[in-house]
């Protein structure tokens, strides 16, 4: 089974890849994820995106897509995927019709997070995740059972990223309504959408995804 998680940022899309990666072993492709270890690690790829991630502006079609096609390569997907933050814009879209068509994969599900607007910025100032494991947290919505330690790991150590402040998420709000929202048309077309209630707690978000993924 292959899946598109597709929501504007905060709406949840990481925090239900991780799950459905723990309960069935999907694959979570997250282009952020893979934009900020090449960031980190320095590559040429990253020093171009580190600045465009920052302003909370999209990193090139070209570069995204690019390194989405070598994580495709990769036989873990094979054990079915979720991408989570691509395609984000219509030439993405179409660049991801022609990926999947060269490899012999196809698309099961593209699930919608829908969530209210007002909720994403709180959402968003509030995200932390583990500097060890990943596993991501809430200052609110999802702390850890016990304070300061990774429920997965046993880290004490957390970080933010630099692009979750209010000026940033408010700019990546303006691109996800201009050109990521626009692509859901394409994919309602192909029959492909299943909208989910991305205000609902967590663990109900998760169960709305698990029935759709179980056709019931
Ligand atoms: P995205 O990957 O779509 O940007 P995340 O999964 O990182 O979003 O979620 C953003 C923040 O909101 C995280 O801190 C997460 O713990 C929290 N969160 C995710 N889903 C919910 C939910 N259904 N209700 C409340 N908080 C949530
Ligand atoms: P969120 O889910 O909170 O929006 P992501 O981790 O998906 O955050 O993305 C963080 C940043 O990485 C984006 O604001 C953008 O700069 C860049 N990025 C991630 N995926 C893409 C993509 N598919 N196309 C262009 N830029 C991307
Ligand atoms: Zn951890």
Known sequence: MNIILLGPPGA???TQASRLNAERGMVQLSTGDMLRAAVAAGTPVGL???????????????IVTGILSERLDQPDVKQGFILDGYPRTATQAESLERLLAEKGMALDYVIELAVDEEALVDRITGRYSCAKC???????YKQPKVA????????????????????????RLVEYRAKTAPILPFYEAKGLVRRVDG??????VNTAIEAILDGR
Do not use: Q
Request: proline residues 4%; glycine residues 14%.
């Open 134 to 140: 990943g596993e991501g947290y809430h200052d609110r």
């Open 48 to 62: 171009k995106a580190k600045a465009v991630m920052e302003a909370g502006e999209l990193v090139s079609d070209e």
């Open 12 to 14: 949840g899309k990481g």
């Open 199 to 204: 205000m609902a707690p967590i663990g109900e």
């Open 148 to 171: 300061g330690t990774c429920d997965v790991c046993g880290s004490h150590e957390f970080k933010r990223r630099p692009d979750d402040n209010e000026a940033t998420v408010r700019n």
